[in-house]
């Protein structure tokens, strides 16, 4: 099974800022396996990244996926009042599919 | 745009069988390619897969859940069902039903119902 660590756990930012979110894997993984999802409180997770750098429909171009191998990263250009919230990467593994933990992006 | 909508009972005794239901609306579950799943959240903890099922035939689970989970579809009613038994309080949860597609060869849960929060107790 594939474990996904994500840092920061919390990182506290202005808007305007920018965001640089870490998702590693405890192996090598295909990037087309990796993706990335935003939750806000109280709402089900939202698809924003697929294929480690795709972005799903309707997201804006602020938000970009990189990376390969062990190590992917989720990048906000410019941070929106709207992009405060938890962001959790996913792998989908043949037997299992496995979440990060998360990473808090909060106001400053 | 397909949506999806989570039934069923929030609170279940301890041993027994948690079922939910996950109707889909504005497609046909019977759509090819189409990884109809559940996933669960533990409170103030991060997501879990808990399993799929695809062209209402494959099923794969996650292997913590050791073989207390089933996940079927029923065309007639254009749902999908999760039935998880000998449930203890670690499994109260907000479950999710979602549909996980394929985009070329990657993948991603494009569509999620709005979660139903189960509790296990007595």
């Known amino acids: 099974e594939i474990v996904l660590t994500q840092s920061p756990g919390t990182v506290s930012l202005s808007p305007g800022e920018r965001a640089t979110l870490s998702c590693r894997a405890s192996q090598s993984v295909s990037s087309n396996y990796l993706a990335w999802y935003q939750q806000k409180v109280g709402q089900a997770p939202r698809l924003l990244i697929y294929?480690?750098?795709r972005r799903a429909t309707g997201i804006p171009d602020r938000f970009s996926g990189s990376g390969s191998g062990t190590d992917f990263t989720l990048t906000i250009s410019r941070l929106e009042p709207e992009d405060f919230a938890v962001y959790y990467c996913?792998?989908?593994?043949?037997?299992?599919?496995?979440f990060g933990q998360g990473t808090k992006v909060e106001i400053k | 745009q397909v949506q999806l909508q989570e039934s069923g009972p929030g609170l279940v005794m301890p041993s027994q069988t948690l079922s939910l239901t996950c109707t889909v609306s504005g497609g046909s579950i019977s759509s090819g390619g189409y990884y109809w799943s559940w996933l669960r959240q533990h409170p103030e903890k991060g997501l879990e897969w808990i399993g799929f099922?695809?062209?209402?035939?494959?099923?794969a689970y996650n292997p913590s859940l050791k073989g207390r989970v089933t996940i079927s579809v029923d065309s007639s009613e254009n749902q999908f069902s999760l039935q998880l038994s000998s449930v203890t309080a670690a499994d109260t949860a907000v479950f999710y039903c979602?549909?996980?597609?394929?985009?070329?060869?990657?993948?991603?849960?494009?569509?999620w119902g709005q979660g139903t929060t189960v509790t296990v107790s007595s």
């Open positions: 979602a549909r996980c597609a394929r985009f070329d060869q990657a993948f991603g849960v494009d569509v």
């Open positions: 099922i695809l062209n209402s035939a494959t099923t």
């Open positions: 996913q792998h989908y593994g043949t037997s299992v599919w496995t």
């Open positions: 294929g480690a750098s």
